[in-house]
């Protein structure tokens, strides 16, 4: 991995959530740099465990590193002063999928607070309801989804660039915060389809 402060954000969340005993899933890891703009994104999803596959409810987690961020880095770094401290854009989307009929959006929101978790000195906020529905070939086969995010930044003051791991205190509250919403949200009282490993019933 390299040496770099992003990557020790990206370690730093990971371990949150891998501590909290979530599952991350297979294959959808990616961390990605746009060519034209030169911002870096890393994306990867979890769930509780056992839930099968695709699992009853996820989190997609997304980590953006603008390329103003990099430039205020890079100044930083070779001691020069920065108008503005670098930032890191979170999102993560909680998801409930495998629905057998539409959900109640009201009883979505019900579960889940207006906030996140700390993360350093900022929290993120909530995003209304996206309901999705999925059809087959036939038009018969037809599933639902919903799914809410929480968005903000995260500011890299200049002990955190100096002493990347203050990242672990600062992140630490999300992963037991991820787990227990998804808890939360596997608790509604939902009809769900059976996992693509079972035979429907």
């Known amino acids: 991995m390299l040496d770099h402060v992003f990557t020790d954000a990206i370690g730093a969340l990971r371990d949150a959530v891998e501590s909290a005993f979530l599952e991350r899933q297979a294959f959808e890891e ?13 994306e ?8 099968g596959s695709p699992p009853r409810t996820r989190a997609d987690i997304t980590l953006d590193w603008p390329t103003w961020a990099q430039s205020a880095y890079r100044s930083w770094y070779i ?23 539409a959900p109640d959006p009201a009883a979505v929101l019900g579960v889940l607070p ?9 929290k993120l906020d909530r995003s209304g309801p996206t309901l999705e529905t999925a059809y087959g070939s036939d038009l ?8 809410v995010s929480y968005e903000g930044t995260y500011e890299l003051d200049e002990a955190t660039l100096a002493d990347g791991s203050v ?26 389809l059976p996992p693509e490993d079972e035979p429907a019933s």
Do not use: C
């Open 140 to 147: 018969d086969d037809v599933e639902y989804a919903i799914e």
């Open 79 to 101: 001691g020069e002063p920065f108008d503005e401290p670098p930032r890191v854009e979170i999102e993560i989307v909680l998801r409930i999928q495998r629905l057998a009929k």
């Open 167 to 192: 990242l672990d205190e600062h992140f630490g509250a999300m992963g037991g915060w991820i787990a227990s919403t998804l808890v939360r949200l596997g608790d509604l009282q939902f009809d769900f």
């Open 30 to 42: 990616r961390f990605q740099a746009d060519v034209l703009l030169g911002d870096l994104t890393w």
């Open 44 to 51: 990867t999803s979890y769930s509780l465990p056992g839930e």
């Open 114 to 122: 207006e906030q996140s978790a700390a993360v350093g000195n900022e």
